[in-house]
């Protein structure tokens, strides 16, 4: 299936059909997928938990305003971006080093000069962390949708409850969680868009 066939049948799905797994395997290659988005400096400032159990599915409701589909989705994945993306930079950096696709020397300006932009700018380094874990988030609904499974990004849950709940770090912001897995019946087909003349100036 080509991709804008993927972009274009995928929905927000709000309905799952309960009882329905998805593999280790299969969950580690929606997130490899996932992770071969961009982000500035190529820092790959995310990190996802996997809510599958149903023990962590049921804590995961209770800050998620009792919406249902992070229970019945297979996975609901909590897709954060990461602060401070300067400070791990470099061996982050290390592996398109060894790769050879480009020298020491220009890792050690990219690491100069997000230092310099991120460093003192935490609001930046918020930014960034949100852009970067959308653009994951976008990713990774594409890759399900490939894998014929369905998604639902959704922004209704209690940020700081979730953090403290499944110990994430200072440094990461939950971004969204995504529900994953079999769309049940009942769902609504993908709602109009407006039109591109709306949308779009060309200078």
């Given at each position: 299936m080509n991709i804008q066939t993927l972009i274009e049948q995928r929905i927000s799905c709000n309905y799952f059909a309960a009882g329905q797994a998805l593999s280790d395997a299969q969950v580690a290659e929606l997130i490899r997928l996932a992770t071969l988005?961009?982000?500035a400096y190529n820092s790959q400032n995310w990190r996802f938990v996997a809510v599958r159990s149903a023990a962590a599915k049921a804590r995961l409701l209770q800050h998620a305003y009792g919406q249902e589909k992070?229970?019945?989705?297979?996975?609901?994945?909590?897709?954060?971006g990461r602060l401070a993306p300067h400070t791990d930079l470099?061996?982050?950096?290390?592996?398109?080093?060894?790769?050879?696709?480009?020298d020491a020397g220009l890792q050690a300006t990219l690491v100069h000069y997000a230092t310099e932009g991120y460093g003192n700018n935490p609001q930046l380094q918020?930014?960034?962390?949100?852009?970067?874990?959308?653009?994951?988030?976008?990713?990774?609904m594409l890759a399900a949708e490939g894998m014929g499974l369905a998604s639902c990004p959704m922004i209704?849950?209690?940020?700081?409850?979730?953090?403290?709940?499944?110990?994430?770090?200072?440094?990461?912001?939950p971004v969204m969680l995504l529900p994953v897995g079999v769309a049940a019946s009942g769902n609504w087909p993908q709602k109009p868009r407006k039109p591109v003349a709306a949308v779009l100036e060309m200078v």
């Amino acid at each position: 299936m080509n991709i804008q066939t993927l972009i274009e049948q995928r929905i927000s799905c709000n309905y799952f059909a309960a009882g329905q797994a998805l593999s280790d395997a299969q969950v580690a290659e929606l997130i490899r997928l996932a992770t071969l988005a961009p982000s500035a400096y190529n820092s790959q400032n995310w990190r996802f938990v996997a809510v599958r159990s149903a023990a962590a599915k049921a804590r995961l409701l209770q800050h998620a305003y009792g919406q249902e589909k992070v229970q019945q989705a297979a996975v609901t994945f909590i897709v954060c971006g990461r602060l401070a993306p300067h400070t791990d930079l470099h061996a982050t950096l290390q592996a398109t080093v060894d790769a050879g696709i480009f020298d020491a020397g220009l890792q050690a300006t990219l690491v100069h000069y997000a230092t310099e932009g991120y460093g003192n700018n935490p609001q930046l380094q918020r930014d960034e962390a949100i852009r970067s874990a959308s653009l994951a988030a976008m990713t990774l609904m594409l890759a399900a949708e490939g894998m014929g499974l369905a998604s639902c990004p959704m922004i209704g849950f209690d940020e700081a409850a979730v953090a403290q709940e499944f110990g994430l770090g200072a440094d990461d912001i939950p971004v969204m969680l995504l529900p994953v897995g079999v769309a049940a019946s009942g769902n609504w087909p993908q709602k109009p868009r407006k039109p591109v003349a709306a949308v779009l100036e060309m200078v």
